[in-house]
Each structure stands twice: as structure tokens, then as C-alpha cells.
């Protein structure tokens, strides 16, 4: 088995138009959600995190585009131009791409949209990236709710260790939309204010939408100041509803016992964990379940939602990649917005950003239909 490690990475949120800037923000517990008010998409406000549109175009017509390109579209090429750009790899038949997004287009199927319906199918989207870029190979679209993200990541390490690419590009991001927000508001799902996962006074989520792209290599040439390796991995569906959570956090534990038997270490030895936190009910009481039978009650754990919202798809990528510079800054960003534990098991939620000497953690995220992923990852020493 071949050591794979995370490398160069890019994310374009309503921080800004790279890592840094979101970095940047985290650390001094900014959070990027603010009021919407526009009945285009809900009528009434609600809290989310939007990329600028405007800058965005002005970035995109940097790349010279040669055709129109949705929102998302622009998103992920910007982002994925960047990290390629950085990485400086040559983009020939030994290099994969996957695409990590929920919904991907579904802003097309709207009454105003420009583009016709059939841009809404995943596999265009997959081949209008491809074909911008030029890749050698198809993309691989993986759309397994929000676990995609951080799935993409140990099926970009799955691809290398079969010997199948020796690096892959993920790119990953989900819109804020009509459909996404109307879906969740008919779960009773959306929270008036600002999310508090974990926390006691926790109502629900919000959406936001980034784009975030990285890339996964066995190249050690190919590393950068914040590199990771995934040194264990694992998913399990507990196959429990089509919405709702296990119960008993089956699923999840599962998936964090298997990834912590491949890294060959024990729960004591996770630094921290970057948990999924949607601030729904059932989702954090089956995570605080699922901890606690994993042995990882005491471990400092954040969710990165009060930041962000919830971006769905990307959700899991984007949470990596901040975990990842968790690591090389060694500190602990807050869990912003939780005030009181508000789940039955007990938690070590990270209440204020400190210093710390870091050197694994264990990225989670579970989604509709039961999908849970666990992925481990380990500091690249110098």
C-alpha cells in the first residue's frame, strides 16, 4: 500500500477566493453567515453564506472561458484552476478527477435560468469540468449526500492504491437554492438564527455554499507546507431511514472503528475530530452516541457549521481542509455557537480557539439515507 497524502488545496467561499482567507477569519471566530432577505429563493430571511457573484465572474474571466458556465460550474473551475495551477502537475492520463456535490445544477431547473434542463445531470457537469480543464479521464461524480466530500478523499486514495491514477483532483461544492432551502424548511429543518450545533439552544441549519478543491497524491515532491497522509478510512450505510439518523449512531461507529483498526491506533491517539454538527436534533445526538461508544468522548471536537452553514456535498472536503491547517498552525478552532451541551452523552466541544500541539484527527460526516464516512489523517512532519 502506497502512502497518499492530501496536498494543495483551494477554498472559494464568502471569506474569499482562497484558503487563507477562510483560514484567516476562522481563527479570530468570524463566522460568515449573515441575513438573506430574498424572496426570489425564500419568502422570508433566512441565514446562509453566499459566495460573491460579481467577484466570482471577475475571477472566471481570468481563466477565459470559451463558453457560458453555470454558477456552480464557475465555482469549481475557479477553485480546481488554482490548485492545479499550484500544484503544478501536468494533466495526463495518469490523473483523475472526481466531483464531490449533492445536487449539483439544480439552480437550471429554476423559471429564470439561462441553461437549458438537461445541465441539471450530474455527468455534464462532470464533463463540462473535464473538458475546460482538459483531463485525460472521465470525472467521477460522487453524490452520496453529505458524506460526499469527505468520501471523495478515501476513494481518491482507493484510485491511487489500485494503481489506477497516481494523483487525483477532487472538486467540490454545492449552491445555495429555492429547491435545497424549500427542502429542508419542509423537514422543519432550518433554523431561524445563526446554527448551534451540539448546544442546547440548537433549532437547525443553516445552507451555505463553497467550492473547495485538492489534491490527493502519493508524490511526497508533491506536498505543501499543510499536508496531510490518510492513514484510515472507512464508510458504513446503517441503512436506518431515508432522513433520519440511527438512533444507536450504528452506523457511524462502525464506520470510526474500521478507519481507526486501518490506521492501526487507538481513539486516545486522535487529536481531535472535525465532527459533521448540522445542529439538527436527531443528526448531534447520534453523533454525541456514535463518540461515545467510539471511546472519544473526552477528544476536543468542533463543528465547523456556525462558520459555514451546511454545504452539503462540499461540506466534507471544506471541513478537511481546515483540519488540515488545524494541523500545521497546531490549534483548535471554537465550535461557534455552542454555549451548553445540549445532547445526552457528554462532549469536549471546543469552546475558544487555542494553541495546541496537534498531530492526527478524524474527520466524520453521516447523511440521508444512512451514509456515514470516517476518514483519519496525520500530520506531514517537515
Do not use: W
Not at 449573515?34 to 472566471?60: A, C, E, G, M, V
Not at 461524480?141 to 491514477?165: D, E, H, P, R
Not at 466541544?349 to 478524524?362: G, W
Request: glycine share 8%; charged share 20%.
Amino acid at each position: 500500500m502506497r502512502e497518499v497524502y492530501l496536498s494543495y488545496n483551494t477554498i472559494i467561499s464568502s471569506y474569499g477566493f482562497d484558503s487563507h482567507s477562510a483560514i484567516t477569519q476562522i481563527s479570530q471566530e468570524i463566522s460568515s453567515l449573515k441575513l438573506i432577505d430574498d424572496p426570489n429563493i425564500l419568502p422570508h430571511p433566512f441565514y446562509s453564506s453566499q459566495i460573491n457573484r460579481k467577484t466570482l465572474n471577475k475571477k472566471f474571466q481570468k481563466l477565459n472561458p470559451k463558453e457560458a458556465y453555470t454558477p456552480l460550474e464557475k465555482i469549481l473551475i475557479t477553485s480546481l484552476a488554482n490548485t492545479i495551477s499550484n500544484s503544478k502537475i501536468e494533466l495526463n492520463n495518469r490523473v483523475g478527477l472526481i466531483i464531490s456535490t449533492t445536487k449539483g445544477n439544480i439552480d437550471v431547473l429554476e423559471a429564470n435560468s439561462e441553461f437549458k434542463d438537461d445541465r441539471a445531470y450530474l455527468a455534464t457537469l462532470g464533463k463540462k469540468i473535464v473538458k475546460f480543464f482538459d483531463f485525460k479521464n472521465e470525472a467521477v461524480i460522487l453524490s452520496n449526500a453529505c458524506v460526499s466530500g469527505v468520501l471523495a478523499t478515501a476513494m481518491a486514495k482507493s484510485f491511487i492504491n489500485q494503481g489506477t491514477y497516481d494523483h487525483v483532483f477532487i472538486a467540490a461544492g454545492d449552491l445555495v437554492t429555492e429547491f435545497i432551502l424549500t427542502g429542508f424548511q419542509s423537514f422543519q429543518a432550518l433554523s431561524t438564527a445563526p446554527c448551534r450545533p451540539y448546544c442546547k439552544t440548537r433549532s437547525g441549519i443553516n445552507i451555505g455554499e463553497i467550492g473547495a478543491s485538492i489534491l490527493v497524491t502519493s508524490d511526497k515532491t508533491k506536498l505543501n507546507k499543510e499536508a496531510v497522509k490518510i492513514i484510515g478510512e472507512a464508510s458504513c450505510n446503517d441503512a436506518n431511514h431515508i432522513s433520519g439518523p440511527s438512533r444507536t449512531g450504528e452506523g457511524l461507529y462502525r464506520s470510526i472503528n474500521a478507519a481507526l483498526n486501518q490506521a492501526n491506533i487507538a481513539a486516545s491517539k486522535i487529536d481531535y475530530i472535525s465532527a459533521h454538527g448540522t445542529a439538527t436534533i436527531f443528526n448531534d445526538e447520534m453523533e454525541a452516541i456514535a463518540f461515545n461508544r467510539a471511546g472519544l468522548q473526552n477528544t476536543p471536537l468542533n463543528s465547523l457549521k456556525g462558520y459555514f452553514g451546511h454545504t452539503l456535498g462540499a461540506s466534507g472536503l471544506l471541513e478537511t481542509i481546515i483540519g488540515m491547517h488545524s494541523l500545521h498552525q497546531n490549534t483548535l478552532f471554537c465550535s461557534l455557537g455552542f454555549q451548553e451541551l445540549g445532547v445526552s452523552k457528554p462532549l469536549n466541544i471546543i469552546t475558544k480557539t487555542m494553541s495546541q500541539k496537534l498531530n492526527t484527527f478524524l474527520k466524520t460526516a453521516s447523511g440521508f439515507g444512512g451514509c456515514n464516512t470516517a476518514v483519519i489523517f496525520e500530520k506531514v512532519n517537515p
